[in-house]
């Protein structure tokens, strides 16, 4: 199914996210993990897409695996800044083959020893060559901070409306941890007449290392209660998890009583975790 008709019944929908493993050995436990989430019957699973293009087969055969054997709508990623047109083309060729109707087109983090010359250069023109490809539904990223690289949220947003402009069905949010902030980005966003559905990209902390780093990499704000909770159970993994866990519940709850209907969950190939979240939300989805 189309994730655009999906968002378009303007129900609640809750998914999910995994990541590819990096080598052929550990295929299986993220494949095992991804039928775990699967078993919690997400409106649809993403699976990501590693940086380099190395990894693309496991993403298209997690992908198939969800669609054909768990029946859940899949998302493939599909980076393009470190890619050829010839890779892209192959792998929308294996995605088509495979049935997978949905792709989140990116243009990936730029590598640090860049080739002078790519053949892509945003992910706008990824859009618009899927476009061409087929018969997808193409999401694109979205930031409520605004891109890292971007001098300002405004210019930021201009592209966002020339990814929507090429041909994009939806987007998601980076990872957020102060609803204000989303809430501020959806009335920007719907202003400057960008009007397909947003999806709220979620994180549930469990990892503090981790995601320290990544907010600092990305520019995410973490407020001053979300700061607490790592600053008094930082140490301690378990009450950690389950704090983290709490407050991506917290923001779930608070986005849906909003009207913020699409909530993806980036779930880290942690069945765990989607399944507490899944069941703190159990009357309310
Ligand atoms: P773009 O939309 O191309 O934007 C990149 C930058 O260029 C922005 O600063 C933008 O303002 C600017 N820009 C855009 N168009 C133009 C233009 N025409 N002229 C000048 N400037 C322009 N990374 C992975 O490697 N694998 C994944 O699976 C993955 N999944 C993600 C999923 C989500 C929901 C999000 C939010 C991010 C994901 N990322 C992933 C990270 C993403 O690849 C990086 O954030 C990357 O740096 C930007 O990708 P983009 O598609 O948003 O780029």
Redesign the pocket.
């Known amino acids: 199914m189309k994730i655009k008709d999906i968002l378009s019944q303007g129900k609640p929908t809750l998914s999910f996210e995994v990541f590819p493993p990096k080598t052929e050995d550990k295929y299986e436990s993220v494949e095992q993990a991804a039928s775990e989430i699967a078993k919690l019957k997400p409106a649809f699973m993403s699976v990501?897409?590693g940086?380099g293009g190395g990894t693309s087969q496991y993403t298209v055969d997690i992908a198939s695996a969800l669609h054909h054997q768990h029946h859940v709508t899949a998302l493939a990623?599909l980076?393009c800044v470190t890619s050829t047109k010839e890779k892209v083309h192959q792998v929308l060729g294996e995605l088509k083959e495979a049935g997978i109707e949905n792709v989140?087109a990116?243009?990936?983090?730029m590598p640090t020893d860049a080739p002078a010359k790519t053949e892509y250069h945003?992910?706008?023109e990824l859009i618009r060559e899927i476009k061409e490809a087929g018969d997808f539904c193409i999401g694109?990223?979205c930031?409520p901070e605004g891109?890292v690289?971007?001098v300002s949220k405004t210019?930021?947003m201009d592209?966002l409306k020339?990814?929507v402009e090429a041909g994009c069905d939806f987007v998601?949010?980076?990872m957020f941890f102060d609803n204000n902030i989303l809430y501020n980005y959806l009335y920007r966003i719907r202003e400057k007449g960008i009007t397909v559905p947003v999806v709220a990209?979620i994180m549930p902390v469990t990892n503090v290392k981790q995601i320290i780093r990544s907010c600092q990499l990305s520019g995410t704000y973490l407020p001053s209660r979300f700061k607490a909770i790592v600053d008094r159970f930082g140490d301690n993994p378990a009450a950690m998890k389950q704090a983290g866990i709490a407050y991506a519940t917290e923001q779930i709850i608070d986005l849906i009583a909003n009207g913020v209907n699409a909530i993806h969950v980036y779930s880290m190939n942690k069945p765990d975790v989607a399944l507490k979240i899944k069941e703190n939300l159990s009357e309310i989805l």
Request: glycine share 8%; proline share 0%.
């Open positions: 990501t897409y940086a990623h980076t989140l990116l243009r990936g983090d945003y992910a706008s694109a990223a930031y891109h690289e971007s210019i930021d592209y020339q990814k998601t949010t980076q990209g």
